[in-house]
């Protein structure tokens, strides 16, 4: 398959993750008591951690693809932003196998540095004369692009993806944990953890 072919797919889960963020971002402005708050937490309930792992292994798996077989080279925000996003896919994983729910405020802190660089790269993408120049002086310059698919999607864009699906994502464990999903849901993950 052709890299075109890859920027395509990794555009189209980029578009999936938006999705995904908007959908946990909307319950999460719903209020607590909401069915449609409810409905959602209930939908990925247990499944958080796990969905994040494979949103960060994808991520991982993309970027190298980009950079080892079609031979993207990297800039140097896009060495910071797999600083992020690779120990996330091992401790996402590893938290995920164990049910380890502690996780989150340390793959947070993870996946908010890695979108905080993410949207800069993007921006300066966009809007070139943002750029201070220092990172064309160590290398590929941050401000061009490889590709732009569907006239925005590019690798800044699809990282920023994943890292703010994963920050969903997180936040709905830390709601389940707290007990706002609907109650059969609630008592299928408690049974599950005390077996």
């Known amino acids: 398959m052709s890299a075109e072919t890859f920027q395509v797919f990794f555009a ?4 999936a993750a938006n999705a995904g963020t908007v959908v946990i971002v909307g319950a999460a402005l719903s209020g607590g008591g909401s069915r ?20 960060a292994v994808t991520s991982m798996v993309g970027s190298l693809y980009f950079s080892e077989v079609a031979n993207y080279l990297p800039c ?3 060495w910071y932003q797999r600083i992020a996003m690779y120990p996330l896919a091992i401790v996402l994983a590893i938290a995920a196998f164990r049910r380890d729910h502690g996780i989150r405020v340390y793959a947070a802190t993870l996946a908010v540095i890695g979108a905080v660089i993410a ?5 300066i993408e966009s809007f070139p004369s943002l750029d201070s120049g220092s990172c064309a002086a160590t290398g590929i310059p941050c401000t061009a692009p490889y590709f732009e698919t569907f ?9 920023l993806s994943g890292f703010l699906f994963i ?6 464990d830390a709601a389940n944990s707290r007990g706002d999903a609907p109650s059969s849901r609630r008592q299928d993950l408690t049974n599950t953890e005390s077996g």
């Open 12 to 15: 189209l889960l980029a578009l």
């Open 36 to 55: 449609v708050r409810a409905s959602v937490l209930g939908l990925v309930g247990g499944y958080e951690l796990w969905i994040a792992a494979l949103v």
């Open 76 to 78: 140097l925000l896009c």
């Open 119 to 123: 949207a800069y790269h993007r921006m």
């Open 151 to 159: 006239g925005f999607i590019t690798l800044a864009y699809m990282a």
């Open 167 to 172: 920050l969903a994502l997180l936040w709905a």
